[in-house]
């Protein structure tokens, strides 16, 4: 995963609708979905923008993330904060799953948020498979099975409050199942040390999609030396630290223009641009056309798929 060619995907919460999908509920924030190993073929590297549990009730996934792979077989649960850089390898032909996705927002109503960002504050990546006993999968089965039977009431006031009390429980019963870890300050001159501070840079990049455009301001959030973290940068993934600010920026400008009928101007300030002319100098110099264009293009793309 180190191939500095390969772009990175955007995996976010509300565009989890194709059709080889199967959506369960997709709402206030939450999406239920199950599958197989039919599901889409997720080529190349994505960078998920959520927090995703990924629980394999059958066969094995088997994923990358950098240089090394690693398999989820029956019961195993993959947690993903946000920021998480995944990459899809193989399925069995006997797989099946099911994987709870929250956004962001959702997760930081939750009383359970404390305990789920602390069990992560200590890891050198920002995902943990865990394996679930017979219990457990029980317990995942029957929430699943209470949120179905909610989600299909006709009259169902308070929907949003009783589906975040219902996925906080859940996430509750996960969390006590992830093993704390030792803090990694006895790491902090080793490799193991750099990829934890190119994981944090690139959930900083990813969270705020890279409007802050200046290397030097990661670097201070992440009481480092600009050019030290360009360094770790490269050697953790053959990109500098402003090639990842460019790449993501330009990742969030692509799905702005494809998703969304925001207007140029109001495209550019959401992004920060100082004035709607730089932001169309941006497009022309990065994608060789106007925004107007390069929207078109997108949109046509997308139909041909």
Not at 183 to 200: A, D, L, M
Not at 262 to 274: A, D, P, Q
Request: glycine share 4%; aromatic share 10%.
């Amino acid at each position: 995963m180190a191939e500095s060619n390969i772009q990175i995907k955007s995996l976010l919460w509300d565009e989890l609708t194709t059709a080889n999908w199967d959506v369960i509920y997709k709402d206030c924030g939450v999406s239920l979905i199950e599958g197989d190993a039919s599901f889409p073929a997720l080529t190349g590297i994505y960078e998920i923008k959520m927090v995703a549990i990924l629980i394999c009730l059958n066969g094995g996934l088997t994923l990358s993330n950098s240089n090394s792979s690693f398999e989820i077989k029956t019961g195993d649960a993959l947690v993903c904060l946000p920021g998480t850089i995944l990459q899809y390898e193989k399925s069995s032909l006997d797989f099946r799953y099911k994987v709870l996705c929250l956004s962001p927002d959702v997760v930081a109503k939750h009383s359970a948020k404390k305990g789920y960002f602390t069990k992560f504050s200590n890891r050198k990546t920002p995902f943990v498979k865990i394996h679930f006993d017979n219990l457990m999968l029980s317990l995942i089965a029957a929430y699943y099975s209470i949120l179905e039977i909610k989600i299909k009431e006709d009259d169902l006031t308070d929907q949003d409050i009783i589906v975040s009390n219902i996925v906080g429980c859940l996430l509750l019963d996960i969390l006590k199942r992830i093993p704390n870890t030792p803090s990694v300050e006895p790491i902090r001159q080793t490799q193991g040390y750099k990829y934890v501070i190119f994981q944090n840079f690139i959930q900083l990049v990813t969270k705020d999609n890279g409007v802050l455009r200046f290397v030097k301001e990661y670097a201070s959030r992440l009481n480092i030396s600009p050019k030290y973290l360009s360094v770790i940068c490269r050697e953790s993934s053959g990109k500098s630290a402003s090639e990842w600010i460019t790449e993501i920026l330009n990742m969030e400008i692509e799905r702005m223009l494809r998703y969304t009928d925001l207007s140029m101007k109001e495209i550019s300030v959401c992004l920060e641009f100082s004035n709607c002319s730089v932001f169309s100098k941006y497009i022309r110099q990065h994608f060789n056309m106007s925004g107007v264009e390069y929207r078109r293009y997108l949109r046509s793309q997308s139909q041909n798929l």
